[in-house]
């Protein structure tokens, strides 16, 4: 849910960027800035994801192998 609302975030970023070149009331320098930030938040994201899945997958397969049927 986090990951889906950095990218949502960003979305809005880059299409107010792209009315940046011609409405003055936009800083394309803030919105670039927003952009990087979105950007670094989404790789965090997927890294916390990564290794979390990593942990309960690890997790799961030990329980596995050592189960009630495992000696079998």
Not at 9 to 28: F, I, N, P
Not at 58 to 70: D, F, I, K, M
Request: glycine fraction near 6%; include cysteine; charge should be positive.
């Amino acid at each position: 849910m986090m990951l889906l609302g950095v990218e949502g975030k960003a979305a809005c970023w880059r299409a107010l960027r792209a009315l940046a070149a011609t409405d003055t009331r936009l800083d394309a320098s803030d919105l670039d800035r927003l952009l990087a930030r979105a950007d670094a938040q989404t790789r965090t994201l997927e890294d916390l994801r990564r290794r979390r899945a990593a942990e309960v997958l690890t997790a799961e397969l030990a329980a596995v192998r050592t189960g009630p049927s495992a000696g079998r």
